[in-house]
């Protein structure tokens, strides 16, 4: 008895498993999706976050922390060759504002770079965008702090 009904409930699944792989293009029932999109988000396992569909994610910044920014300087002082200091010889002071970075970068003075220890003039500035990572400096003209668009 066990078995006929095993045979039966085998059979039965064989002809689901067939109708549900089969595909009737007028059939407008099966191009819906079984379970709604809510419900389907109400029904996912708990280690799974639900999304909404008409939520906006956060956009991840190009430039996320401060060692981001001194690296994006450091990139554009070599490229633009801002100044005629050796790496080695300059030293950045990164800070938070608005809505990126401020980093000053400044003349290091040591055994190697020569220079009174005791003092470590400011070179130049940058503006770090976190969103876009676009840098602005005021390396043409450092007194006056007006900022230009660079790389």
Request: proline fraction near 9%.
């Given at each position: 008895m066990a078995r006929s009904v095993l045979k039966w409930v085998?059979?039965?699944l064989l002809v689901a498993s067939g109708a549900a792989c089969s595909h009737d293009e007028n059939d407008k029932a099966a191009e819906t999706p079984a379970v709604p999109p809510a419900a389907a988000?109400?029904?996912?396992?708990?280690n799974v976050p639900a999304v909404a569909a008409d939520a906006e994610a956060a956009p991840i910044?190009?430039?996320?922390?401060e060692k981001a920014a001194v690296q994006r300087v450091?990139?554009?002082?070599?490229?633009?060759?801002l100044t005629t200091l050796k790496p080695e010889c300059l030293s950045y002071i990164p800070y938070s504002a608005g809505t990126g970075f401020?980093?000053?970068v400044h003349e290091r003075?040591?055994?190697t770079c020569g220079g009174d220890p005791g003092v470590s003039p400011r070179v130049f500035s940058f503006q770090v965008d976190?969103?876009?990572g676009r840098l602005q400096t005021d390396a043409t003209d450092?007194?006056?702090g007006l900022f230009h668009a660079i790389d």
């Open positions: 085998a059979a039965g988000a109400a029904t996912a396992p708990a910044p190009v430039v996320a922390d450091e990139a554009s002082i070599e490229k633009n060759h401020i980093v000053d003075h040591d055994d976190s969103a876009s450092p007194a006056e």
